[in-house]
């Protein structure tokens, strides 16, 4: 809020003598040479008009040398008055005095007595000599710009007032940063002195206003004024702006002043507050410096106007000089890292980037050393200061102007905020010399306020640019990603056709290997049986140890193959419900003789009481067959191996723990790499392919598991396999494993150490005798082998001819020839040929209903389940992996000859009844219906075809015919009805998740769910269960 600005109220004067005193000065005073104009006051607004055209001026030292040659004082006294160095010293004390007309300075000197002073007193009445009178010089300028150094100045004016009234009057010095000023006023009985100085305190100024104010009245007639006037500025000229207001003009002036002051520093609050919140959003450090220069650019102009000092310090005037010091110091500091950060000064010139950021920390030291340093060094650093802030913006326009080439328009804004901040300069410089004339540009801050808001307005233009910048660089990156994303899609591409090449290379591989493992193990088989007569023991030896080593072969050809799918991720994992103690304890009993033969024994335990959960028991199987294999191979005689399962609420666990030789410390890390042995140097004593660890590590994987090992050397290994547990379901669906120990299990050591048996079929030894006793006399059934394999297709027909007639193709196009020319009994085909495979066959087969009822046997080395179901579903009835027994192909030939001819003599009886139609008796209605009723209650169980037939007492085929007539629908698809049924229901009514309803309903995998359930209701499970939430 402005103080209000008390004045004194018109007094007359009408005192004769005073007049007559006045009436004297200006008689004796040479009115002749006073050469300035006076002020006349009648009719004159007094407006704040400046009057230095109106002042005469004479230097003090002029004076001071006109009087100090008449005076009896010491020489060193002299020139201690001449230099006006009147302060005190080792040898003199100066004791200065103002008085009514000048000043009074006493020297003393130290140790005399103070009888022996000396007194050297100046002042108006020497000034009123005529030698000195007629030396004052007239302005020809309003503003006047002298020279201060190194002493003050004598000033006067005369004012006429041509009135009968005193007029009142006010005199400002235009300026805040003024030493001191004394006014001597005439009155009767001489001079009164009215001395304002920038030491002090608001209160003790006569108006309370920032700038030197003086009450004046003027009574009629001339009137002479005196004064005595010294700047800060001993350096160079200082402009001393005196204006001369009415009370009541200066009121209006005072306001207005208070109102533009308020919105000079609005401004600079407006550039600060937005600088700051663009630099909290942005985080660029250049709105940081900006807006740190605006407060520091805005204190100092709070301070050299004197607004501080009148709302803010009004009883420290001189902390003004500390407040302008040290933001002169830091807007210079906080300007140099604008500049650096704006205009990224570091790309352009690295070395004069280094020399500003020195630069700007010499600058934030000298802002600290204010509170320091003394009022000598406290000077001379303000001067150091100010002659820096007008160059230390020259060394910019070199980056600016490299910044410029390189098209940066940051450089733009810098340059026109650099010459506005010159601008100001010199605006200061000609207004202060009187060049410019005072008014209102003398009060914006053109230096500070204009470079802020060009500034501000060029990080607005960069942040725009950024922006513009993003948004090209998002629209070049999203075509990017684009692009790259199409790349990646045609890398997977290539991968997965990659990856498929590197399976079907392996199916090949294994097939071209299986087929001359077949024409080894076949021919020794036949030989082992005795079909070429008694062998000796040795030759039977010799025969045991090929067929071995020929179906180890095999199963690392197998193995290899099941690695290539699992890491081609074509694996096909089915789970199903399983009792793990069960199928454990089939997997050590199955693996006991084997370590009997190497005196170690094998324990079980199980510490689940009966866990039941779904796993695939054929990779299951081997998984932990191959863990069993190692610990016998690795084990020391006598040694021990227990098995332990175990489970928690979360998981199930299978340990398998041995006393063998262990494995080193370092090597635990990489024996479940593929391809790595634990010994693999050229004199180890065990065989290995490196895959067996691995491939159990991916089969355990594929379980959602994990496996790990722990081992000390001397004291034996141990493998952990831990599997997810899920909820068990019910027991009923769960096969049982008592029975395994029924199935002939191969192992990689049981036939290394068994001696050589027959071959065995159906659980029955196929010795001579009885092989021929099976073997037809009489050709009279025709068979089709269809082989591109010169040697198998003649081992094939070799063995075959001997009970059947035979027909040979060397692929299916042929084989489609001959079936067309002559009639064939069954085929027998490989899978993988040239032209035409056997799934291509089979299709044919089944698609041309001459042939409809032929049995197709399909040979292959494709060993897995999904390659099985694909081959069952093309229409094969029979599917035999390589390398076969050929008592197991003739047994299967002659099963599927005796179900062709049973199912053709069914069809002649069928076409023999009346009217040649199929006719449901009242017999086969109601084993239908019981069928129908069966599969009702039991359609979760995995049913056969087979079986129901057996139950309802009819052939499979005329039971399926029968059921379709009778329903309108096949078996299985009516199986799959009413599990989808069921499914649908558990969806709604229930939270249970679809893995366990899948399993329950009775599919044995997730995927043969999925794809039914698609097939019959067009949604999978989990988007037919979000559609009934939604």
């Known amino acids: 809020m402005m103080r209000p600005i008390t004045f004194f109220k018109n007094k007359k004067i009408s005192d004769k003598s005073t007049a007559i005193t006045m009436l004297l000065v200006a008689v004796m005073m040479p009115v002749s040479i006073y050469a300035a104009d006076p002020i006349h006051l009648k009719d004159n607004p007094l407006n704040g008009q400046y009057i230095g055209t109106h002042i005469e001026y004479l230097s003090h030292q002029s004076l001071v040398d006109s009087l100090i040659s008449r005076l009896d004082l010491e020489d060193d006294i002299k ?14 004390t100066v004791d200065v005095t103002w008085t009514s007309t000048g000043y009074r300075a006493r020297f003393h000197r130290i140790g005399k007595k103070d009888g022996n002073d000396r007194v050297f007193e100046v002042g108006i009445n020497d000034l009123k000599k005529k030698d000195i009178f007629s030396q004052f010089t007239a302005s020809s300028q309003p503003i006047l710009n002298l020279n201060f150094h190194p002493r003050p100045y004598w000033l006067r004016f005369k004012v006429i007032n041509n009135g009968d009234e005193p007029v009142d009057f006010l005199m400002e010095l235009d300026k805040y940063l003024f030493e001191y000023i004394n006014i001597y006023i005439p009155e009767q009985n001489g001079f009164v002195m009215k001395r304002q100085a920038f030491a002090s305190s608001l209160d003790q100024r006569e108006i309370k206003h920032k700038h030197f104010v003086f009450k004046l009245s003027a009574g009629a007639g001339e009137t002479i004024y005196y004064m005595f006037v010294s700047s800060w500025n001993k350096r160079t000229k200082d402009s001393i702006p005196l204006r001369v207001w009415s009370p009541d003009n200066f009121i209006r002036h005072a306001s207005d002043d208070g109102l533009f002051s308020g919105i000079v520093m609005g401004l600079f609050l407006l550039v600060f507050f937005y600088n700051v919140c663009i630099f909290v959003f942005v985080r660029d450090s250049s709105y940081l410096y900006l807006s740190l220069v605006t407060l520091c650019q805005m204190a100092l102009e709070v301070s050299a106007s004197g607004t501080g000092f009148f709302y803010l310090w009004p009883d420290n005037p001189l902390f003004t000089w500390q407040i302008l010091f040290q933001n002169t110091a830091l807007v210079m500091c906080f300007n140099l890292l604008f500049y650096r950060s704006f205009i990224g000064i570091s790309r352009y010139t690295p070395r004069l980037d280094r020399a500003l950021v020195i630069m700007s920390w010499i600058f934030f030291v000298c802002a600290l050393s204010s509170f320091v340093l003394p009022q000598k060094g406290f000077e001379t650093m303000l001067w150091f200061l100010f002659i820096m802030d007008h160059l230390y913006s020259l060394p910019i326009l070199i980056p600016t102007v490299i910044a410029l080439k390189n098209k940066n328009r940051s450089g733009v804004f810098v340059l026109i905020g650099i010459f506005f901040y010159y601008l100001g300069l010199l605006k200061f410089q000609l207004t202060g010399s009187g060049t410019l004339p005072y008014g209102m540009l003398n009060y914006l801050p053109v230096k500070g306020l204009s470079f802020l808001i060009i500034m501000t ?90 067929k071995t080593n020929a179906e180890r072969l095999l199963r690392l050809i197998s193995d290899l193959l099941d690695f290539s799918k699992i890491e081609a991720g074509k694996m096909d994992v089915t789970l199903k419900n399983c009792d793990i103690a069960g199928f454990l304890s089939y997997c050590v009993s199955s693996m006991d003789s084997i370590a009997r033969s190497k005196t170690i024994k094998i324990s079980f335990q199980d510490h689940t009481g009966g866990l039941v959960a779904p796993i695939n028991t054929d990779l299951m199987e081997k998984a932990v067959l191959n863990l069993l294999s190692n610990a016998i191979k690795f084990n020391r005689p006598n040694g021990m191996i227990s098995v332990v399962l175990e489970k928690n609420t979360y998981q199930f666990s299978i340990s398998i723990k041995d006393s063998g030789t262990g494995i080193p410390a370092d090597r635990l890390d990489t024996i479940f790499d593929r391809f790595t042995q634990v010994d693999s140097s050229s004199t180890r004593r065990h065989e290995g392919s490196g895959i067996g660890l691995s491939l159990t590590r991916e089969i355990v994987e594929l379980h959602g598991g994990d496996i790990h090992a722990a081992s000390s050397i001397g004291e034996g290994s141990v493998f952990i396999v831990t599997i997810p547990n899920v909820d068990e379901t019910d027991t009923k669906s769960i096969p049982q494993y008592q029975d395994y120990s029924d199935r002939q299990r191969q192992n990689p050591e049981s036939q290394t150490e068994s001696p050589a048996e027959p071959a065995m079929f159906g659980g029955k030894k196929m010795t001579q005798q009885n092989t021929r006793s ?65 799934y291509g066959l089979t299709r044919a087969i089944r698609a041309n209903e001459s042939y409809e009822n032929l049995p197709v046997i399909l040979l292959t080395a494709k060993s897995h389940a999904p390659d099985k179901i694909k081959g069952f579903e093309k229409g094969a009835n029979d599917y035999i992996i390589k390398p076969f027994n050929a008592e197991e192909v003739l047994a299967r030939i002659r099963s599927h000859l005796k179900i062709k001819s049973l199912r053709d003599r069914l069809v002649r009886a069928n076409l023999n009844l009346k009217g040649q139609k199929k006719i449901l008796t009242e017999s086969s209605k109601l084993k239908i219906e019981m069928v129908k009723t069966f599969l009702d209650e039991n359609f979760y169980e995995d049913i056969s075809r087979d079986d129901l037939a057996s139950v309802a007492q009819m052939s499979p085929d005329h039971m399926g015919k029968m059921f379709k007539q009778f329903t309108g629908e096949k078996i299985s698809g009516y199986i799959n009805q009413r599990r989808i049924k069921e499914a649908l229901r558990q969806l709604k009514q229930t939270d249970a998740k679809v893995i366990d309803i899948a399993f329950d309903v009775g599919f044995g995998s997730l995927r043969s769910f999925n794809q039914v359930f698609r097939d019959l209701t067009g949604d999978t499970p989990s988007k037919y269960r979000k559609k009934l939430k939604d």
């Open 774 to 838: 099976k073997e037809s006399p009489l050709k009279t059934k025709t068979i089709l082998v269809v082989e591109d394999n010169d040697d198998m297709r003649n081992y094939l027909k070799g063995f075959l001819e001997k009970h059947y007639r035979i027909a040979s193709a060397v692929n299916g196009k042929q084989a489609l020839k001959i079936l067309k020319k002559q009639e064939v009994h069954l085929v027998l085909s490989d899978l993988m040929m040239p032209e035409m495979d056997g």
């Open 79 to 92: 020139e201690k008055i001449r230099s006006g160095n009147l302060v005190s010293d080792e040898k003199i």
């Open 457 to 546: 307005l060029g990080l607005a233009h960069k942040y725009n640019m950024m922006k513009q910048s993003v948004m090209d660089l998002n629209v070049n990156l999203e075509q990017r990603v684009i692009e790259r994303t199409e790349k990646l899609k045609q890398a997977n591409a290539k991968l997965r056709e990659l990856d498929t090449l590197k399976t079907r290379f392996f199916d090949n591989i294994s097939h071209e290997f299986r087929t001359p493992l077949t024409l080894i193990t076949a021919p020794i088989e036949s030989l082992l049986a005795g079909e070429y007569g008694k062998l000796p023991k040795p030759c039977t030896k010799v025969l045991s140890s090929m």
